[in-house]
């Protein structure tokens, strides 16, 4: 990773060489703090106890702009146990749906916890760097991931990059793809609109690896670690997107 340049109000050139973390809990602590911000995912809680049998505390618990489950797990440096870890938690969560949907209850209220969106658990990773070995792995696992690394700048500044985002979807066809999200037949709509829509859809699919499609009943999301468009269900006249 090159060096930052920061430039200050007397025209002056500061160097700022990227740095890990002192302790893990200082990035947990910064990424908590802002974590809608960063990554588009609401906090809930914070070393989260899985009970005396499960026996384990996961780092962060949130719930994304669509309403789907977040685990966040983080690492200092490399560590490819951090992977198999939020996967462990992943796990656990998907078999306490009811104690989840209560926690989202008291911190973002009923409604809410009434919207939560199981079809689409995520994991996120966020660690010092990861090898080209946790990269295949996510790629084998049928789960939502996204692996971010970081680094620290100075006292102040934290850089985030998204090293792999995998949906857990097997790529298919088109037609069986919008089937499989659970999409109403585009061609339940008339025209050209249909048509733009079909269009629309491919592009964004198309934008790179690690774009996933999320199906609310209000807009259909395409995601790459957070939203990044969003599309309502076409009207007469319009597609708004």
């Given at each position: 990773?090159?060096?930052?340049?920061?430039?200050?109000?007397?025209?002056g050139?500061?160097?700022?060489?990227?740095?890990?973390?002192?302790?893990?809990?200082?990035?947990?602590?910064?990424?908590?703090?802002?974590?809608?911000k960063?990554?588009?995912?609401?906090?809930?809680?914070?070393?989260?106890?899985?009970?005396?049998?499960?026996?384990?505390?996961?780092?962060?618990?949130?719930?994304?702009?669509?309403?789907?489950?977040?685990?966040?797990?983080?690492?200092?440096?490399?560590?490819s146990?951090?992977?198999?870890?939020?996967?462990?938690?992943?796990?656990w969560?998907?078999?306490?749906?009811?104690?989840?949907?209560?926690?989202?209850?008291?911190?973002?209220?009923?409604?809410?916890?009434?919207?939560?969106?199981?079809?689409?658990?995520?994991?996120?990773?966020?660690?010092?760097?990861?090898?080209?070995?946790?990269?295949?792995?996510?790629?084998?696992?049928?789960?939502?991931?996204?692996?971010?690394?970081?680094?620290?700048?100075?006292?102040?500044?934290?850089?985030?990059?998204?090293?792999?985002?995998?949906?857990?979807?097997?790529?298919?066809p088109?037609?069986?793809?919008?089937?499989?999200?659970?999409?109403?037949?585009?061609?339940?709509?008339?025209?050209?609109?249909?048509?733009?829509?079909?269009?629309?859809?491919?592009?964004?699919?198309?934008?790179?690896?690690?774009?996933?499609?999320?199906?609310?009943?209000?807009?259909?999301?395409?995601?790459?670690?957070?939203?990044?468009?969003?599309?309502c269900?076409?009207?007469?006249?319009?597609?708004?997107?």
């Open positions: 990773m090159p060096d930052l340049k920061l430039y200050n109000t007397n025209g050139v500061t160097e700022v060489a990227p740095r890990l973390a002192d302790a893990e809990a200082d990035v947990q602590s910064i990424v908590e703090g802002n974590m809608e960063f990554l588009g995912v609401r906090f809930l809680a914070s070393e989260y106890s899985t009970g005396p049998v499960h026996g384990g505390r996961i780092d962060s618990l949130g719930l994304d702009e669509n309403g789907a489950p977040v685990v966040v797990e983080y690492k200092r440096g490399v560590d146990g951090v992977i198999n870890q939020g996967l462990f938690y992943l796990g969560l998907m078999d306490h749906r009811a104690e989840f949907q209560h926690l989202v209850r008291d911190r973002l209220g009923a409604t809410t916890a009434a919207q939560v969106l199981w079809s689409a658990p995520r994991l996120i990773c966020v660690a010092g760097d990861f090898t080209r070995y946790d990269v295949h792995a996510v790629r084998e696992h049928r789960r939502s991931i996204d692996l971010v690394r970081y680094r620290f700048f100075g006292k102040d500044l934290i850089g985030l990059e998204t090293v792999a985002s995998v949906t857990g979807r097997t790529p298919a088109k037609q069986v793809r919008q089937r499989a999200a659970g999409l109403p037949p585009v061609r339940a709509h008339s025209g050209v609109l249909a048509e733009l829509a079909e269009a629309v859809d491919e592009v964004l699919l198309g934008l790179g690896d690690g774009v996933s499609r999320v199906q609310r009943k209000q807009y259909r999301a395409y995601q790459r670690l957070r939203n990044f468009a969003c599309v269900p076409p009207q007469k006249t319009k597609l708004l997107v």
